[in-house]
């Protein structure tokens, strides 16, 4: 053992000394991928009417903007707006500039159409909060420049479209108006603003487009009050809802006459039960209403009349409205039936007349119809032909053609939650999972290839085709287990509640699965909190199990709505069971046990406190019983500033009897003073964390013994005024202080303030250290700090005969309840960057040095070296010191812009950051997820183990046969050389 | 190569032959001459020849010392070079370390041939031997020390912990802010 170690640490040593990972230019896509979605799309604009390339710009939940090709779907530019710069509206203004709506209003910008470029920028204030509308009317003119009408804020604006300058402004911040549109009847010079007043007021403002004068200002009570959305029915009806839901409001202002009509829901449907709601559409005389899972499609004809269409209880979603001819409109109606959505294209004045009817097979796996944008184009035969954008249930955004989906885009990988990983299958004999093989010929003409490439013999054209093949080699991205662990699943869960398996090689979705299960009506209304765990990872049963994963999720957003739980195949993507619990879930613990079939043991806590073990089998109890005494747990108040602790202490005595189910009690509790203190980021270690050595080999052979305990927590607390936004309090009355605590015995291990700091903090907690960053108000510069907490009770066992002998207690079973006497170490060092996420590489066996993985403000991912945030750095070490390693102390962090993980990508919107270790022992795999993907492989000593990548085996073959070539030369001279001597 | 194998051997052959007597039992057969008395010429020779082999006795022992004496240069040298080549670990002086431990190695092996030459019944062998395998022993123990100095025996406690796995810990907890 000694000597493993003492070859291994020179060999480590040797590769750490140069710590920039950089990769050449023709190796970019041989280990990494990256992959740009854009999200949830909220609207969308088409941009058709020219010759050329068809566009639709589209604006999404994740705060993107971007222009997609129509005949592809790839996208054309894009630009992610920061997260607080929601995205309220877009248009497209003048034919050349999309216009967007964002920031609650404030901010209007332009970009030009072509390129993406930002042409002009507008801040509109405003004297109080509003909804906020964007109208871009076509030909609206105020001394020959387009008007852009735009309320926001209590305010009416209308900017001119060219150079963004605000034209005029009215107010309307005398009246408490909660505006609902902004009405520019086409052909006219008027703008109507119309919205409700004191909750019963309906108000109308009739305006002039050309220099903002008021001209007409009508209002009119009504008794009932106003509920949620109103929908626009012509220029001059709305139909609106009274605050019970239960009757249709048909309010028109015709010539600023304001009268009411009113009909009470039951009239139209027969069995309406509970409240109604309107779905806002554009598409004139008509509009839809859903009355508990039944659609109902209503015209308004004349004053205030009423005719129900059609009502439906199939799943339906409609679209805005078209305009194709003069005062002719189309709109599209997308209702499910089985397996099959069907598409129908309808004018507005003829409602049994279908423009257009398809059906088209849809996978099961997207769900239901969101939203639907039409589009037009005329045919070669000069009739009118639709295509269809279409926004499912689990984001995806499909365009629907001639009966038939022209392309797809799976954004729902925009906004993932939660990512574990899984093995592939292993290869098993006689059955090739992989689907391309090699035949011999490739194989030899690539290998021919290669050689060619390294005795530089190779043609450009030559080149360009060892490059392809590094690409795209099958190795990479075959469906079996590899040697090296570099082939695995990645299994993603998103927002929209659907599982993904990305094969780690190149990115691609090996199947999808929405968990349909789980979103029944019946079972659960509103899905959130979803989160993953690996539920069971055979390696005894590998060859004849398949690895499953646990989704958690809440229904309802209350902390006591019932939780429900799925189980998913890995391999397969098949949901194997799903389960609605009757309890809530607060926390869910994954045990450090697992049962005979390699099922990991989980513990849901419910809001009461209660603990229920998963799975539910005698064997899971018999194992849970052993380890009764020694199971913990322990939750964090962050509203009220309190830690508590918690064991468990008999099963439950509840009505039902259920021996899964086990009562706790509190054993202690941490309360932070909420006058000074408020929990801002807590981080522990990771549950799958390796660590090889308990001893951290200092300069002259001298031994720390690293405080190794799983049940450490980082706590980081601010003073409640600096929880703000960075800069708002002074360095006085700011401070942040970062604890550890001992979450079996609530022990605090460590208390350190750092004043006139303020959050936010990002924290990342391996080993024995953890690293935080935060900013200090009086540097004016952002700060990270390393504690290293070491086991000051285990400092005396350094006699090498006892070592020798074994005669040692390092390795016996430790107690919290021991209280070991700890020391730390700590250090704070400047940093450039603010940070939007942190890790650390994580290997197989815990050998290889760490780096830090900071994912900076500018959405790439950094490496940096765990080296250079090490509490033992002075400003001379001594020359023990420096053959250790350790880096002189500077002041700041160096960023070296070649250990940039991401090199030349960028992961827009970057959210977290993954890493999961290879099976060889120097690489670590990384995955970075936010509206893009990205994922790498790294090896934060070199691979030490393992010949590169772009290792010549020819090469190595073409030596080894010269030299016995030549060994065979040299014996046949000499036998000749000493024949002759002997005649002589 | 081969060639020069004859010379190596037959450095030393000469000392052999010099104990061959000349007197021999066939040159009896004539009778001596007149005047030529064989016992006192007997006499001279025997005392002639002890005289040699005393000498070259002496002359065995002085070279058995020498012989044992010799790492001693050896020894000084090997201090030297590693003197030279540092206490950091690379390839120089990894060499060196090696090969002062397999000098000393070798050479005990063959003390026995080393000495054999200068057998005899009446030279005391043991102390020149002594002091050989004593030369030997303190050129082995310079070579250990370098390795220690290097770094590479595991004398100190940290090159028994490092590989010691982490100790497992009783108590289990998990949990945090609530989902």
Known sequence: MAIRSFLFLPLLFFSSLNPILSLYEDQVGLMDWHQQYIGKVKQAVFHTQKTGRKRVVVSTEENVIASLDLRHGEIFWRHVLATNDVIDGIDIAIGKYVITLSSGGSILRAWNLPDGQMVWESSLQGPKHSKSLLLVPTNLKVDKDNVVIVFTNGRLHAVSSNDGEVLWKKDFEAESLDDQQVIQPPGSDLVYVVGFAASSQFEMYQINARNGELLKHESAAFSGGFLGEVSLVSSETLVALDSTGSILLTISFHNGKISFQRTPISNLVEDSLGPAVITPSSVTGIFSLKVNAITVFIRVIGEGKLEVLEKTNHKTAVSDALSISEGKQAFALIQHAGSEIRLTVKTADDWDGNLLKESIKMDQQRGLVHKVFINNYIRTDRSYGFRVLIVMEDHSLLLLQQGEIVWSREDGLASIVDVTTSELPVEKDGVSVAKVEHNLFEWLKGHMLKLKGTLMLASPEDMVAIQSMRLKSSEKSKMTRDHNGFRKLLIVLTRAGKLFALHTGDGRIVWSHLLQSLHKPQVCQHLIGLNLYQWQVPHHHAMDENPSVLVVGRCGPSLDAPGVLSFVDTYTGKELSSLSLVHSVAQVIPLPYTDSTEQRLHLLIDADQRAHLYPKTPEAIGIFQREFSNIYWYSVEDDNGIIKGHALKSKCTCEVADEFCFDSRELWSVVFPSESEKIIATVTRKLNEVVHTQAKVIADQDVMYKYLSRNLLFVATVAPKASGEIGSVTPEESWFVAYLIDTVTGRILHRVTHHGSQGPVHAVFSENWVVYHYFNLRAHRYEMSVIEIYDQSRADDKDVWKLVLGKHNLTSPISSYSRPEVITKSQSYFFTHSLKAIAVTSTAKGITSKQLLIGTIGDQVLALDKRFLDPRRSVNPTQAEKEEGIIPLTDSLPIIPQSYVTHAFRVEGLQGIVTVPAKLESTTLVFAHGVDLFFTQLAPSRTYDSLTEDFSYALLLITIAALVAAIFVTWILSERKELQEKWR | ?179
């Open chain 2, 1 to 179: 190569m081969e060639k020069g194998k004859g010379v190596m051997g037959s450095g030393r052959r000469w000392a052999v032959d010099f104990s061959d007597n000349s007197t021999a039992p066939s040159s009896r057969d004539i009778p001596d001459p007149p005047g030529f008395s064989r016992a006192s010429v007997d006499q001279d020779d025997s005392a002639v020849s002890r005289q040699k082999k005393d000498a070259e006795a002496n002359w065995k022992a002085q070279k058995a010392w020498e012989v044992a004496q010799a790492p001693f240069k050896n020894l000084l040298m090997m201090g030297f070079m590693m003197w030279m080549a540092g206490s950091t670990v690379h390839l120089f002086s990894i060499g060196i370390t090696f090969s002062a431990l397999w000098q000393p190695i070798s050479a005990l092996q063959g003390v026995g041939k080393v000495f054999e030459p200068y057998k005899d019944n009446k030279v005391d062998l043991l102390g020149p031997k002594l002091l050989f395998i004593a030369l030997n022993l303190g050129g082995l123990a310079l070579g250990v020390w370098k390795l220690n100095t290097l770094g590479l025996l595991p004398t100190h406690a940290s090159d028994w912990v490092s590989s010691l796995p982490p100790a497992q810990e009783v108590e289990y907890s998990g949990g945090g802010i609530p989902l």
